[in-house]
């Protein structure tokens, strides 16, 4: 049976755990996301505190984190979503991402609104890449894909 959170804090804190962890250990979230059997960027999120992990993917993570039986649980719960406190964002990799919303976020609208009418693209039915890429004129890209499902707005 699905079980939600009250209140993120115990998440927040097995987060943290879980982090030093993966530092402790020298794991990589791909090498986590494989013993997860899940995307690298749902179980990045979902050890977070972002989303519930199905038990085996719970119990696979705790395994190769060395966390216990309650942190197995807690992974499996339904979290209380939201990882950016209120105001704007000051760390600088997190700001970037902000600053790309208030400099096109309206463009996004306007294109996602154009292209399929009113309604809105879905975080939960969702899928999230990044890649790192050669950049022709030297250096390297990130290319980040954000695919979600447009759910319309229904009038009643």
């Known amino acids: 049976m699905p079980h939600a959170q009250l209140d993120p804090t115990a998440r927040e804190t097995l987060a943290v755990t879980a982090v030093e962890a993966k530092t402790r250990r020298d794991l990589t979230w791909q090498q986590i ?3 997860a ?7 990045t999120a979902a050890v977070l505190g972002q989303h519930a992990l ?3 993917s719970a119990e696979a993570v705790a395994e190769l984190l060395g966390l216990d039986e309650d942190a197995t649980l807690l992974l499996q719960t339904i979290p209380t979503r939201g990882s950016i ?7 600088p990799t997190i700001y970037r991402f902000y600053e790309m919303l208030q400099v096109y976020g309206t463009t996004l609208k306007a294109l996602v609104h154009e292209q399929f009418g009113d309604g809105i693209i879905s975080a939960i039915n ?3 890449d990044v890649k790192k890429v050669a950049d022709p004129e030297g250096g390297e890209r990130a290319v980040i894909t954000l695919d979600g ?8």
């Open 33 to 35: 996301a494989d013993a």
């Open 37 to 43: 059997g899940l995307s690298p960027a749902f179980v």
């Open 54 to 56: 199905p038990r085996t």
């Open 85 to 91: 406190p209120g105001g704007i964002p000051t760390d």
């Open 126 to 128: 969702f899928k999230l």
């Open 149 to 156: 499902k447009y759910l319309p707005t229904k009038p009643f």
